[in-house]
């Protein structure tokens, strides 16, 4: 599981990727898209490149990988009611 940061900041920065996205709209009120990618894939460029290999059954690194993440995964997948349980029991410490 990736570890999530949520900061106050003043004026929100532009998403520089379209990969896991979670924010807050309005109070009550999250959207998001894509799943998490494991812990230390190597940043946006090692998750592309693992995506990739998971793809492809012909890699040469297809099955360490598939090992190495525990079976597929799902990029698509986002799960709304675990991020809104999420954001609750961050709203509880702040």
């Not at 898209?33 to 812990?39: F, G, M, N």
């Not at 230390?40 to 592309?48: K, L, P, V």
């Amino acid at each position: 599981m990736a570890r999530v940061t949520v900061a106050p900041t003043r004026s929100p920065a532009p998403a520089r990727c379209s990969i896991p996205t979670a924010r807050a709209v309005n109070e009550g009120q999250r959207q998001g898209r894509h799943a998490c990618p494991p812990e230390d894939c190597g940043g946006i460029r090692g998750y592309e490149q693992l995506l990739e290999t998971l793809a492809d059954p012909s890699h040469p690194e297809h099955q360490a990988m598939l090992e190495w993440v525990g079976g597929q995964i799902d990029p698509e997948a986002f799960d709304l009611d675990e991020t809104n349980r999420a954001f609750a029991t961050l709203k509880t410490l702040w």
